[in-house]
């Protein structure tokens, strides 16, 4: 049965203990506030109240608290059946301020399944320009929910086979299909290759410890390897009058992935959300 949107929101129930922490838009660490989400179903679930509290560095006091009611999505937001989601703006522009969050939850892994999500915001400023990244780990209060260990370029080589779903914003029905996806380092530089139905491409990065630069092309491109086992793939600045996408991952287990990507079209319009799950087949 396909699950509703509202339905795939309901996975999130529950009270969601971490952190927010703010990174540059090179990914170096700015600050880190100790957060509690709560999302409770009122009504019989038909309204969600979302209670987000900021603490001390200590948790020892309440800094800041703001509640959210809502009993449907609006459409910059879109959820795929497992929880996964992103929400974020629905057209760029110049001269506007831009971004997207991404949200996961560990539903497949086996360490702590249910238990720990990990969302990542990026936003870009006025002239276009990533200008802050903002990190969420979280685990459910009153579990024992480790975090991943920081992403390493290592744990991402070698061979990996994916299933994809991408839903579209038109509500069209879903398409499903099979990627593969390639990494390999050759002395400072990493080889990307990504097939899917009817197309190929193939990519190099210039690697800088945790930063990966894909600047070949017009509009260049960083990879980002995060704590938690995350990764951020943005433009360092939004093309105008070309196609991109803003991309989110998550390392669940060392041959586990999940990649949200959003993708805009040569006009700035928010055109889809691809969830891939990828399975690593060798090193």
């Not at 200008?131 to 780990?137: A, N």
């Not at 995060?226 to 041959?255: H, K, M, V, Y």
């Amino acid at each position: 049965m396909t699950l509703s949107q509202w339905d795939s929101l309901l996975k999130h129930l529950g009270a969601w203990q971490g952190s927010f922490t703010r990174l540059s838009p090179h990914g170096e660490w700015v600050n880190d506030v100790p957060t509690c989400v709560t999302l409770a179903g009122i009504n019989q679930n038909e309204t969600m109240r979302q209670t987000i509290q900021y603490f001390s560095p200590d948790r020892q006091a309440v800094t800041e608290e703001k509640v959210l009611e809502y009993a449907s999505l609006n459409r910059s937001t879109l959820f795929h059946e497992d929880g996964a989601f992103s929400q974020g703006s629905i057209q760029f522009g110049p001269l506007a301020e831009f971004g997207a969050e991404f949200g996961f939850i560990d539903n497949i892994g086996a360490v702590a399944p249910g238990n720990r999500r990990l969302r990542l915001v990026q936003l870009f400023d006025k002239t276009s320009n990533l200008s802050s990244l903002t990190l969420i780990r979280e685990q459910r209060q009153d579990t024992f929910a480790p975090e991943r260990p920081h992403l390493t370029l290592e744990q991402l080589l070698g061979h990996w086979h994916g299933d994809a779903v991408t839903l579209y914003t038109d509500w069209r029905s879903p398409d499903s299909f099979s990627t593969s996806l390639t990494l390999r380092v050759e002395g400072n530089r990493l080889h990307q290759s990504l097939t899917m139905p009817g197309r190929e491409l193939t990519s190099t990065a210039q690697i800088d410890g945790s930063r990966l630069l894909f600047n070949q092309g017009p509009h260049p491109v960083q990879v980002l390897l995060l704590p938690d086992g995350a990764s951020c793939n943005t433009p360092l600045t939004i093309p105008r009058q070309a196609p991109f996408i803003l991309e989110a991952g998550w390392l669940i287990a060392p041959n586990l992935r999940q990649r949200l990507i959003r993708s805009y079209d040569a006009q700035g319009g928010w055109v889809s959300l691809t969830l891939v799950t990828e399975q690593k087949v060798n090193a």
